[in-house]
């Protein structure tokens, strides 16, 4: 694959595995503080991927130096395997209703591990298919759920702390940046990111318009629950496979992200690993991390979240553009002095 295709499927690859976690969580907050925690987020991935010209991890070296970017790296890996795991384990919300949920985490860990096996360009080609599967998925419920929507209840409620959940739920979208298609020229992710801002309102307003805020606040899946009281022309249908079908293809997509974003992670601090086998073997760990994820706090998980997926990459882009501006300016001054 070229890097300019790599490049544009980037972030295809990025907004399916964020379709997961907006329809499980997302879902359940009023549309406006989903759609500004959407657009912030949005936002932040493109400032973010606009400022990368190349890999982060390259990027860390660069401006922190082996000794502490190595440290650096290392404690990155660990927390993206982690959340790999948690993304895995987060698929058992996939299927509520059934007794096999352990399933879910093992498929899409295998999954993803033959997927990393086979190398970065084959998730990017599979994540440009199926988020054309998905958004067709998505487009579906929304529209059989556009009929029964009733307006009062999607009047705004609930409060910012909604707005700030869904800012931390987006930032996983920064482990994009790892790949090293992140630093390639190629499409600008200006319409991928209004997606990613205006599909998480969408699916709140709809859950909300069809159940009612008070429903929504008490239900663990409330996505889900919207699904079973669809119906088509007056008859009942039955959408939970769909969404089903939807929320596990987006966990794969989000779980091949990570491992694929540890892997370079791997490849990075090893340069004799090969990418592809540092990648598949991510999935052993985050399988280990899968039970872990329950019992982690999830306050611990918003501040790791926050720490390596957004503080951690503003602040090395920010060095790396500071010392890439100090060299230009030396080179400047070199080239005058040479003339004279």
């Not at 930032?171 to 020229?185: E, I, R």
């Not at 706090?297 to 926050?306: F, L, N, Y």
């Amino acid at each position: 694959m070229r890097d300019e295709d790599a490049a544009r499927q980037l972030p295809a690859l990025t907004l399916a595995g964020l379709s997961a976690p907006a329809a499980l969580t997302l879902a359940g907050f009023s549309w406006h503080w989903a759609l500004l925690g959407g657009a912030a987020a949005a936002g932040f991935f493109f400032f973010l991927y606009r400022m990368c010209e190349m890999p982060l991890a390259r990027a860390v070296q660069l401006a922190f130096g082996r000794t502490a970017g190595g440290i650096l790296l290392v404690l990155t890996l660990l927390w993206t395997v982690f959340a790999a795991g948690a993304a895995a384990a987060g698929s058992t919300a996939a299927y509520p209703e059934d007794g096999l949920q352990w399933l879910a985490p093992v498929s899409v860990l295998l999954l993803a591990a033959f997927a990393g096996w086979r190398g970065s360009d084959t998730v990017l080609r599979a994540a440009g298919v199926l988020l054309l599967l998905l958004g067709l998925g998505y487009a579906v419920l929304l529209l059989a759920a556009a009929g029964q929507v009733e307006l009062q209840w999607c009047r705004p409620w609930g409060s910012a702390q909604q707005a700030a959940k869904a800012i931390f739920t987006l930032l996983a979208a920064q482990a994009a940046l790892y790949l090293p298609q992140a630093g390639a020229k190629g499409e600008k992710p200006g319409r991928w990111c209004a997606l990613m801002a205006l599909v998480p309102a969408a699916c709140a307003c709809a859950v909300s318009g069809v159940l009612s805020p008070q429903v929504v606040q008490r239900t663990a899946s409330p996505f889900y629950v919207m699904s079973k009281s669809l119906s088509v022309v007056g008859v009942a249908e039955r959408f939970e496979p769909v969404v089903s079908a939807a929320m596990l293809t987006g966990f794969f997509c989000l779980t091949g992200l990570l491992t694929q974003s540890a892997g370079q992670i791997a490849h990075t601090l090893c340069p004799r690993a090969q990418q592809n086998w540092c990648a598949a073997g991510a999935c052993v760990p985050a399988l280990a991390a899968v039970p872990l994820a329950g019992h982690v706090p999830q306050a611990a998980q918003t501040v790791m979240a926050g720490i390596f997926w957004g503080f951690l990459p503003v602040l090395t882009l920010g060095i790396v553009a500071v010392k890439k501006g100090r060299n230009n300016s030396k080179k400047r001054v070199d080239k005058r002095d040479s003339l004279w």
